[in-house]
């Protein structure tokens, strides 16, 4: 039966402070008490509901999971829940021989003891828990184990076993392919280096920890990654890298409420700024992290260091008194939580208060304990130095004679292997032979049936070439030519003095009008003519659809006045449209042109617009002399080829309308008509409404 699945967090680095540590979770990550709080009585609520129930069984794993996440969203909130749940679930688990409760049950025990600070109780807990885990081959608990004894022994200060344990651990989440655990192992071995002051090989990993945090692409888990960075570079003197990377990790968690991580990196922030001896500033960001420490979270270890860090800025801003506070507060919880680093560092910050007040005694007494604390640390810190280093030595000595062993046996069986495919291509061959010919068939049979339908493919784009170049050859025979012979004719009449230059200038309203008809209809036609060859590309922006209606007006306003037709623009304020502006100009114009064409004189068109699911729906609507049903199914269609005559015996294409419907169509929207013989037609088209150009920010 699946395991719950594993969380482990990535600690906080304090260099040249106190050594790192690490909790893991069954199901909760790092520490976010309103979080926690949600996720506990989310998990409380499915409790009941589960207990409730006819066939509820306290011993079922359903249970048991759900009683394992609940003990560990009491972690920083309520220890001893945590305690009293774990051993609940151990006996549960137990009495139904279900390893992997036992296995969650002591994790969570071992979490409750290693919080309250008894490692020598914490570390059997932990290592029982793993050996349970390698028995029932749960690879995943194997790994969190591992991490956790790996973080226990580095803060005891056993830096060789806890660097043994997080290359063990890498190798195991290269196995199950865990990206994030491979992260923070190797961002662990790198915080050992940086303990011992060797940068250069922090770095390296912080580079490897680096990579695969672009792989599982997560900003929270490299802005944790880049608060850690800051420390280091901090201790480095490299304040120009530690400001970057802390200022990008505050981002993040601010944006995502991450606090615990923000008040430690609020902290390192403060310290760059101390170590830079500019105390108002790091006042100012150690504030901002005591705050957090007030308000949301609890994390002694942390907190001893911003407490000494407060302490330090105080002692260079004159105030002795506050300093002294903040010393003796770090210096009581050091000892509390038995924490080396801590004393000795809040030790050091008392002998120099005092030191600085002429209190020589007590200044004396602080320093034999930061001398001795001191020197007791720097002797393991060489030792551990070199058994870092013969640890690496050793695990890749070991893990190159594992690959030797694996070699050999693999030699082995490679000459099972090769004779396997040597049997196997031979009987590829004989089956090669046996179906080539098959294949050879089927394929010959492919090429034809695919040049069949090519055949057929182009005879029908032949056809459409036929239709469309009798269409272009009737247009420009019967609506072109028409126009341009009487035009030709009464010139001719002119120039050989068969008209007098009154009678020619009487028939320049004629010839005004026959004129604009064949640039209406030419325009039309070219347009129609690109989009059968495809050469119109839509281009669709945000444009204003009332500015396209009224220079259309104004375009077709003496057309209208000729017959006496008023033409009224009811459109809302400023309707904005998506769309490609010269193609909607072509279809207002050609249902404008259509309106007057067939409305009788001092009649009445109007232009109205409305809002309707995201679209905007345009009407043009006249009182002219209609059309029956059988027209209006016929009339959008482009094998339509019918020149008709408006109220006035004025001419058209029959290209207007089929080419309406095309420009609607390629800007994403609809066009339909309704009519009633001699009461008058209604043109509809829908658009898509263009959005607001700046929206609110949220």
């Not at 580095?154 to 865990?178: F, M, R, V």
């Not at 008040?263 to 500033?281: H, M, R």
């Not at 903040?326 to 080396?340: N, V």
């Not at 040049?451 to 009798?470: D, H, P, V, Y």
Request: aromatic letters at 8%.
């Amino acid at each position: 039966m699946p395991q719950p699945k594993a969380c482990a967090l990535r600690h906080k680095l304090l260099l040249g402070k106190t050594l790192l540590f690490l909790c893991i979770l069954p199901m909760v990550c790092p520490i976010q008490t309103q979080a926690q709080l949600t996720k506990k009585d989310s998990l409380t609520y499915k409790l009941k509901r589960l207990e409730s129930t006819n066939r509820f069984n306290p011993k079922d794993t359903t249970h048991i999971k759900l009683l394992v996440n609940l003990a560990f969203s009491y972690q920083y909130i309520d220890n001893d829940s945590l305690r009293s749940i774990a051993e609940r679930v151990l006996d549960l688990s137990k009495g139904i021989d279900y390893k992997g409760g036992e296995v969650d049950a002591l994790r969570a025990l071992g979490t409750y003891y290693y919080n309250v600070g008894n490692r020598k109780k914490s570390m059997p807990i932990f290592e029982n828990a793993l050996a349970l885990a390698m028995e029932i081959d749960d690879k995943r608990s194997e790994l969190d184990i591992i991490n956790t004894l790996a973080q226990n022994y580095s803060y005891e200060g056993n830096y060789a076993e806890a660097l043994n344990l997080n290359l063990k651990g890498i190798d195991i989440a290269k196995q199950i392919d865990c990206n994030e655990m491979l992260s923070i192992l190797n961002e662990n071995i790198a915080s050992l280096y940086a303990e011992q002051k060797d940068f250069k090989n922090a770095l390296i990993f912080y580079d490897t920890v680096q990579k695969i945090n672009r792989k599982i692409g997560d900003e929270i888990i490299d802005a944790e990654t880049q608060s850690n960075l800051a420390s280091l570079y901090k201790d480095a003197k490299d304040f120009k890298h530690a400001m970057f990377n802390v200022n990008q990790s505050i981002n993040t968690f601010e944006k995502n409420k991450i606090y615990d991580w923000l008040a430690y990196a609020y902290e390192v922030k403060g310290d760059i700024y101390l170590e830079q001896e500019k105390y108002q500033w790091a006042l100012y960001w150690y504030d901002q992290s005591n705050m957090l420490f007030k308000n949301q979270i609890e994390d002694d270890r942390i907190r001893i260091q911003l407490l000494n860090g407060m302490a330090k800025v105080h002692l260079g801003l004159e105030r002795d008194s506050l300093s002294m506070i903040y010393a003796e507060e770090g210096l009581e919880l050091s000892k509390k939580i038995k924490s080396l680093q801590g004393q000795i560092d809040c030790s050091e910050t008392l002998y120099k208060l005092h030191k600085k007040r002429g209190n020589h005694i007590a200044s004396l007494s602080y320093l034999e304990v930061f001398k001795k604390l001191s020197d007791s640390l720097f002797k393991d810190k060489n030792k551990q130095s070199l058994s870092l280093l013969e640890t690496k030595l050793q695990y890749e000595q070991e893990k190159q004679e594992l690959i030797e062993s694996n070699e050999e046996a693999l030699a082995k069986q490679r000459n099972y292997i090769y004779f396997s495919i040597i049997i196997l291509l031979i009987l590829s061959i004989i089956i090669l032979v046996i179906r080539r010919s098959e294949k050879i068939q089927k394929k010959l049979n492919i090429e034809l049936k695919e040049k069949s339908q090519a055949i057929g493919e182009r005879e029908a784009q032949l056809n459409e070439i036929n239709r469309t170049k009798t269409k272009l050859f009737s247009i420009i025979g019967h609506d072109l030519r028409g126009p341009i012979g009487g035009l030709q004719g009464l010139l001719k009449l002119f120039t050989d003095g068969e008209i007098t230059k009154n009678e020619f200038i009487s028939f320049i309203p004629k010839l005004k009008a026959d004129v604009e008809n064949i640039s209406f209809t030419l325009n039309n036609l070219l347009t129609w003519g690109q989009n059968q060859l495809n050469g119109v590309v839509t281009k669709p922006k945000r444009i204003s659809l009332n500015k396209i209606v009224e220079t259309n007006i104004q375009l077709l306003t003496e057309l209208a006045h000729s017959k006496s037709i008023k033409i009224i623009n009811q459109l809302p304020e400023n309707p904005q449209i998506w769309a490609d502006q010269n193609q909607i100009d072509i279809v207002v114009r050609n249902l404008l042109s259509n309106a007057i064409k067939f409305t009788p004189d001092n009649g009445l068109i109007n232009i109205e617009a409305k809002e309707k699911s995201g679209m905007w729906q345009v009407t043009v609507r006249d009182t002219g002399i209609g059309m029956n049903k059988e027209i209006q199914k016929k009339i959008f269609e482009d094998s339509t080829n019918i020149t008709t005559y408006g109220t006035n015996n004025e001419k058209g294409t029959g290209l207007g309308l089929s080419l309406c419907k095309e420009m609607i169509l390629k800007n994403k929207g609809e066009i339909w008509v309704e009519s009633v013989p001699r009461k008058g037609t209604s043109f509809f088209f829908t658009l898509p409404k263009a959005e607001r150009k700046y929206q609110k920010a949220s």
